[in-house]
């Protein structure tokens, strides 16, 4: 266990700062180190990457307790506030608050709920996103609310846009949710424009609102700021990266029989002791152990 250091910027402060936030996504300790390394001043628990690094479709396959324990692995190597996907809360009110609860308890910082039903698919397979019943997602998210305490932050996710609904339902959304007492409200759009976005945030902004550009990833970051949008979402792309990394690596190891050419193309383990805070241990050691 590595020693408590001084607390970051909370949650809260990042997303009601003037200034554009971002959110790196991570799904292990590691991802997490690496994205605070970078400079990031929070992590998204990344649901899909977090399903795909354990092998699982994003599909609820992932119960909620190993969604849990690897939410404690991302708080317990960094010391920056982690907003969790919590997909559609796991069932009803009462197992989206019981797995709120929970990820207070292990540290995080925030959830983010969507109002679809359990089990959820990823917002970008197959079409079929059938949204919650207003009334009974707002319910779901006054027990969040209820059950965490005032520093914990919910984002109500509105997949109007994604379920292939128009503005107008994602507007009329905001307004109900609003009044259930989210800290912010995630819009999401499967356009390769932020046009929708974009209209969004200028017709409703009563509570900071969140993107995940992982679509319109052409549009500058400069565009989210004029538009007064407070936080961007970079939701799978460590996941990613890994994937085209161990690809090409396993590739070349396959054929080349040999890990003699890709040395220079892999982190050093140096690197890797560094992340994970091996020279605390040595310090620890030094402190606690008898002296030979
Ligand atoms: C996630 O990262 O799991 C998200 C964003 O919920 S998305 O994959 O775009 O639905
Ligand atoms: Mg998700």
Redesign the pocket.
């Known amino acids: 266990v590595l020693p408590v250091t001084v607390s970051s910027t909370t949650l809260r402060e990042l997303l009601l700062s003037k200034e554009l936030t971002f959110l790196m996504?991570a799904h292990d300790g590691l991802s997490a180190a690496i994205a605070e390394r970078a400079g990031f001043r929070g992590l998204?628990a990344?649901?899909?990457?977090i399903a795909s690094a354990l092998g699982y479709r994003?599909a609820n396959e992932a119960s909620w307790t190993q969604v849990v324990d690897v939410v404690e692995r991302i708080v317990d190597a960094t010391d920056i506030p982690v907003l969790v996907?919590g997909d559609s809360g796991f069932g009803n009110f009462n197992n989206a608050r019981l797995v709120a609860r929970k990820l207070e308890q292990r540290g995080a910082s925030g959830m983010c709920l969507e109002d679809k039903g359990f089990p959820k698919l990823?917002?970008?397979v197959g079409d079929r996103h059938p949204l919650a019943d207003i009334d009974e997602f707002c319910g779901r998210l006054k027990a969040v609310k209820d059950t965490t305490g005032p520093d914990f932050v919910v984002v109500a996710r509105i997949e109007a846009l994604i379920a292939g609904h128009g503005l107008d339902e994602a507007l009329v959304r905001a307004e109900a949710y609003a009044e259930a007492g989210p800290d912010a409200i995630l819009i999401?759009s499967g356009k390769a424009v932020a046009d929708e976005i974009l209209t969004f945030a200028q017709e409703w902004s009563k509570l900071p609102i969140v993107i995940?550009p992982?679509k319109y990833y052409k549009t500058p970051a400069s565009v989210f700021r004029d538009a007064g949008i407070s936080t961007v979402i970079w939701?799978?792309h460590s996941m990613r990266a890994a994937i085209a990394g161990m690809r090409d690596i396993c590739g070349r190891i396959w054929s080349e029989e040999s890990i003699a050419g890709i040395e220079d193309h892999v982190a050093g383990l140096d690197e890797l002791f560094s992340l994970i805070g091996y020279h605390e241990l040595a310090q620890a050691e030094e402190q606690y152990l008898p002296k030979r």
Not at 46 to 49: F, Q, T, V
């Open positions: 996504e998204w990344s649901g899909l990457s994003d996907d990823n917002s970008f999401h995940v992982t939701a799978n």
